[in-house]
Structure formats: C-alpha cells, structure tokens
C-alpha cells in the first residue's frame, strides 16, 4: 500500500473510532463533524521570497481552494518581525477525504496551474522560499468549524499548547471543551477563530488555537479579564487542570492578515 494511501486510510479509521473520544462524539450529536486544518507556515529570506509566496497564494492557491470547497483562507505576516516576516496560512477542510485528495484536484485544474507557474516552476537557484513547516489539524468539539471575524483592521495571537505525551494533551483539550474554557473565552472576548489538535506535525503531542483583537491594548486587556474571571480561576484551580500537569511548552505568535487574506 502506497504511504499516502496507508497514512489516508488510518487517519479515516480512527477519526472513526478510537482517535474521536467522548469530547469530539458530541460535535457529532449536534450533528456538527469538526472540521480539519492545515496550518501551513513559510520560512522566507528577504522581501522577494515573500512578494512570490504571497502572489502565488493570492491568484492561484486562494482562488483554487475557493473553488473547491476550502472558503475562508487566511494569510498572514507577522505583526512587527524581527528579521524577515513569516507567512502563516490557515485553510479549513470539511473531512480528510478533502484534505488528502487536495493535490490531484489541483494537478488538474488548469486555472491553478497557469496562475501558479511562477511558483511550481520556479529554479533551485531562485527558490520561492526556504521551507514550508506544515501541520494537519481537527477541530475541537465545543468549537468545530472555523469563525471568521468581520473584516477590519485587526491583529491575531497564534497559540500553540504543547504537553509532555499524549494523555496530557487530551487532558487539556478536555479542559477547553468539557472544562468549559472556550466559553470563557468568548465571554470575557478572547475571540477564536479555531481550535486544533495536531494530527500530524511538529512538536505533537499540542493544540493550535488562533484569537483576534482590535489590537494589542485590547489583547492586554481581555487578557486581564480572563486571569482573574471567577469561572476561569475555578477550573484551573482543579488538579487535574494545573499547567504542571498537562502543559509542558506554550508559544505564541502575533499577525497581521494580509489585504487579500479571508480571514
């Protein structure tokens, strides 16, 4: 069996079963799948690099996954980078079925070929980029599909919670979904956009989770409000939940969306 093939069937069967626990079973008696992510991040060397990624995702990727089924794609920069700015992309799939079957479709579409010529074609000598660091994500039962704030001047906070194996990362989705911290979230307006256990990527075992502001005196200050928010101070004064206990690692990035990004 060819490695795409095998890795494919795997990823359907235990959705099915055994990697949807009891948390995810009740998107499904809502009769809401959760969604899954690619969160795809490219490492650029200069300014030129990044006019190229970015051409690339605005006429050929954004259009093509449009059409495809993917509607909210966003694309980001980094909100004041040190050297050169990363680009971030997040892009939704209804299933894994439409994930993995992505890059055939897109063999064939010939719009996206001749819109991304420049990119696919591009010389070893004059890459488009320097890497491309990707991760396949699900979203989480209490917030399965992707919310999309309106369109306006706004910054982003991209969260990565990373834990020390596999039983403490469950635990600490648990803590957002049945522990009720994503409503906390919303309540006191630390907004998402998403939520997402990594499937496949780096630093697994982690949750990948994306807030907006208005900006960063926002950010600060609902940040505030959550730290000392009466329902937020219960649950993470419950053992089970403490950080030393589930949570080995936190990283976190501030973006900016680009003009054309439709998140």
Do not use: C
């Amino acid at each position: 069996m060819k490695r795409r093939q095998f890795v494919k069937s795997s990823l359907l069967t235990t959705s099915a079963a055994g990697l949807l626990n009891p948390l995810d079973q009740s998107a499904h008696q809502q009769n809401t799948a959760p969604e899954f992510y690619e969160l795809r991040i490219y490492t650029l060397k200069n300014g030129k690099q990044q006019k190229v990624v970015e051409n690339y995702l605005q006429n050929a990727v954004i259009p093509a996954y449009n059409r495809l089924g993917s509607k909210t794609v966003g694309v980001f920069t980094e909100h004041l980078p040190q050297s050169q700015s990363k680009l971030v992309v997040v892009i939704p799939f209804s299933s894994l079925d439409e994930y993995f079957s992505r890059p055939e479709k897109l063999s064939k579409d010939s719009a996206y070929q001749q819109a991304a010529a420049d990119y696919l074609n591009a010389e070893a000598t004059n890459p488009p980029y320097e890497r491309i660091e990707s991760s396949l994500m699900r979203a989480f039962a209490d917030m399965p599909k992707l919310e999309a704030p309106e369109k306006k001047p706004r910054i982003f906070e991209l969260r990565r919670y990373e834990s020390h194996n596999e039983t403490a990362g469950k635990k600490k989705i648990e803590m957002f979904n049945e522990g009720g911290e994503i409503k906390i979230f919303k309540r006191v307006g630390l907004t998402p956009v998403f939520f997402g256990e990594t499937l496949i990527g780096a630093f697994r075992p982690n949750l990948t989770y994306m807030l907006t502001f208005d900006d960063m005196a926002e950010h600060d200050r609902n940040w505030k409000t959550f730290g000392s928010d009466p329902d937020w101070k219960k649950v993470s004064s419950l053992p089970e939940y403490a950080n030393d206990r589930i949570l080995s690692n936190i990283n976190r990035m501030f973006l900016i969306p680009t003009a054309f990004s439709q998140i």
